[in-house]
C-alpha cells in the first residue's frame, strides 16, 4: 500500500516532499564517487517493479553520468571545414544506458537486471542500477560470458535498439 504513495510523491517531485529532500541529499552525492555502491535503493517502488529484492545477491549501485552533448576535438592540420564539426554531436547510446554499462564495467562479477532514474541537476544525472550476483541466484538464468547490457539486453538497451517504443 505505501509503494502506490510513493510512486506518486515521486511522479512529480517538484510538488511534493521528494524535492527538498533529494536537494539535500544531491549535496553529498556530489561530493561521492562516480559509481557508488549504496546499501538501500532510493526508490524502493521503482527497484522492487524492475525485479530488486532485499536478499544477498542483490547489490544497487548509485552512478553518476555528466549530461549535454558531445563535443569532438577541433582539427589542428588539413583542410579548414567552415563550422569545423565539433559541437552538435548526439550519442547513440542513451545517458542511462552509458550508466549502466559504467557500472557493469565497475563491478565486472554482477550482471545487470535494470536500472531506474533518480535525479538530475544542472550538470548530472543520477541513476540506480540493480545489479545480480549470478553465482548466489542461478534461478533468473542469465546468460554465460559477456553481459547482458553489452548486448542490448536490459530495457534501456532494448530501446535504444526502437524495440521498445
Do not use: C
Not at 539535500?24 to 524492475?50: C, G, H, M, S, Y
Amino acid at each position: 500500500m505505501a509503494y502506490k504513495y510513493l510512486a506518486r510523491a515521486w511522479r512529480r517531485p517538484e510538488s511534493s516532499y521528494v524535492h527538498d529532500l533529494m536537494q539535500e541529499r544531491v549535496i553529498l552525492w556530489r561530493r561521492q564517487p562516480a559509481t557508488f555502491r549504496v546499501d538501500k535503493p532510493t526508490r524502493l517502488d521503482r527497484a522492487r517493479r524492475l525485479g530488486y529484492k532485499d536478499k544477498p545477491g542483490y547489490v544497487v549501485v548509485r552512478v553518476r553520468v555528466r549530461t549535454g552533448g558531445l563535443r569532438k576535438q577541433r582539427p589542428r592540420a588539413g583542410r579548414r571545414q567552415k563550422r569545423m564539426g565539433v559541437a552538435k554531436y548526439k550519442p547513440a547510446k542513451s545517458i542511462r544506458l552509458i550508466a549502466e554499462e559504467r557500472a557493469a564495467r565497475r563491478f565486472p562479477n554482477l550482471e545487470v537486471l535494470n536500472s531506474y532514474w533518480v535525479w538530475q541537476d544542472g550538470r548530472h544525472k543520477w541513476f540506480e542500477v540493480i545489479l545480480v550476483d549470478r553465482t548466489l541466484l542461478p534461478e533468473l538464468k542469465l546468460g554465460k560470458g559477456r553481459g547482458r547490457v553489452f548486448r542490448g539486453l536490459t530495457s534501456a538497451g532494448r530501446k535504444v535498439r526502437g524495440l521498445i517504443s
